[in-house]
T-cell receptor, first 114, second 110 residues
């Protein structure tokens, strides 16, 4: 069974630009969540999507948004990038109600904002 | 507010020594707690969850609601246990959003 796949793996942007990251969950998983990982703040929850609806949201500004498609694939978007948005963005999928809290993580997309 | 605290950034032990990775939490409801592990060059993965009361790779963790702790223990450390360990608390609708501690690096040397 293929794991969670995230693209792109690495990207460099400049301040003010926007970025879109993509995540393909494990086949059969309908829940996709996103986390931001930085050396200072560690792993922080961004949001979770289930059946194309945002179910939970972390404490991030509105510049961070996401969506989920009918095939469970998800994208997250960050607009008006700031230097502090440089981070590893991790996507995770789960069976949700069957195994709450059991997340399967991707390798992440490393964003550098210059 | 919900919070997970792992007081040690780094824990260094010798092979065969006991290991205890500390985790304290703050949560107003009934907590669901987990330990995740990330080995070198591998993805973050679930190690164990408190509701299962299981032992994985020799590790156990007991939820102590009185002390609001969920420490991870192993009686005899192995070199392959060297990794970053994260304690996490679930919250939100369906309990699928996790609050992570900042992690503890466990280094086991021979």
């Amino acid at each position: 069974k293929a794991g969670v796949t995230q693209t792109p793996r690495y990207l460099i942007k400049t301040r003010g630009q926007q970025v879109t990251l993509s995540c393909s969950p494990i086949s059969g998983h309908r829940s996709v969540s996103w986390y931001q990982q930085t050396p200072g703040q560690g792993l922080q929850f961004l949001f979770e999507y289930f059946s194309e609806t945002q179910r939970n949201k972390g404490n991030f500004p509105g510049r961070f948004s996401g969506r989920q498609f009918s095939n469970s694939r998800s994208e997250m978007n960050v607009s008006t990038l700031e230097l502090g948005d440089s981070a590893l963005y991790l996507c995770a999928s789960s069976l949700r109600l069957a195994s709450p809290g059991e997340l399967f993580f991707g390798e992440g997309s490393r964003l550098t904002v210059l | 507010a919900q919070r997970v605290t792992q007081p040690e950034k780094l824990l260094s032990v010798f092979k065969g020594a006991p290991v205890e990775l500390k985790c304290n939490y703050s949560y107003s409801g009934s907590p669901e707690l987990f330990w995740y592990v990330q080995y070198s060059r591998q993805r973050l993965q679930l190690l164990l969850r408190h509701i299962s009361r299981e032992s994985i790779k020799g590790f156990t963790a007991d939820l102590n609601k009185g002390e609001t702790s969920f420490h991870l223990k192993k009686p005899f450390a192995q070199e392959e246990d060297s990794a970053m360990y994260y304690c996490a608390l679930s919250w939100g609708q369906a309990g699928t959003a996790l609050i992570f501690g900042k992690g503890t690096t466990l280094s086991v040397s021979s």
